[in-house]
C-alpha cells in the first residue's frame, strides 16, 4: 500500500471515530441534562442543551424550548420557547412544526395569526407534496388498491356463501313433507 493511501485511510478512520464519538457524546450530555433537570438543577441542564442546540442538535433545542413553554424549573417564556421552536423546526422536528403553529394560533409568544398558523401546521406535509406523483407513490397507491378490492371481493363471496347456505337450508326444511293432519283424527276427538 502507498504512503498516500495509508493517510487517506488513516485520516477517515480517525474522522469516522471521532463523528461516533460525538455522536454518543451527545447521547450521554442529553441524558445527563434530563437527569439535571429532573433533579433540579435546571440551569446545569439549560447549559448542555444550549452547548448542544447551538452545534445543530435538535433535540436539545426542542428540550429548551419545551420548559421555557410550560415554566419547567425556568420562568414562562413564549418568546424564549418560540425561538428554540423555531431552530428545532427548521431542522425539520414535526413537533415544532406543529408547536408553533399552535402558538400562532394561540397567539402565545406572537401575534396571532391564522395564515402562519396553517403554514407551520402543513409545513411539513407540503414539503413532502412532490412525492404524492411519483411513479413509486403510484404504484403503492395501485398495490395498496387491488388489496383493498381483493379483500372486499373475499368477504362478498365468504357473505355470500353463507346466505347461499341459510337459503338452502330453509329450502330443505320446506320441501321436506309436514306431517299431515287427518281429518278422522279431528273427528273422533269432536265426538
Not at 329450502?171 to 287427518?182: D, E, G, S, T
Request: net charge negative; aromatic share 6%; with cysteine.
Amino acid at each position: 500500500m502507498s504512503p498516500l493511501l495509508i493517510r487517506i485511510c488513516a485520516i477517515v478512520l480517525i474522522s469516522l471515530t471521532t463523528l461516533g464519538a460525538q455522536a454518543a457524546s451527545v447521547d450521554v450530555d442529553l441524558r445527563l441534562a434530563a437527569q439535571l433537570h429532573r433533579t433540579g438543577e435546571t440551569r446545569q441542564a439549560i447549559a448542555i442543551w444550549e452547548r448542544w442546540a447551538n452545534q445543530g442538535d435538535t433535540d436539545a433545542a426542542y428540550n429548551l424550548a419545551l420548559i421555557h413553554h410550560h415554566a419547567d424549573g425556568v420562568a414562562l417564556d413564549l418568546v424564549t420557547a418560540m425561538r428554540w421552536y423555531r431552530v428545532a423546526a427548521e431542522r425539520g422536528d414535526k413537533v415544532s412544526q406543529i408547536q408553533i403553529g399552535l402558538m400562532y394560533q394561540l397567539g402565545q409568544g406572537v401575534e396571532a395569526d391564522a395564515e402562519e398558523a396553517h403554514r407551520w401546521f402543513t409545513m411539513h406535509r407540503k414539503h413532502h407534496f412532490h412525492h404524492a406523483n411519483s411513479p413509486q407513490m403510484l404504484a403503492w397507491r395501485q398495490q395498496a388498491l387491488a388489496l383493498i378490492e381483493q379483500s372486499e371481493l373475499q368477504e362478498q363471496r365468504l357473505l355470500a356463501q353463507k346466505n347461499s347456505a341459510q337459503i338452502i337450508a330453509e329450502l330443505r326444511q320446506r320441501a321436506q313433507p309436514q306431517p299431515a293432519f287427518h281429518t278422522e283424527h279431528l273427528a273422533a276427538s269432536s265426538h
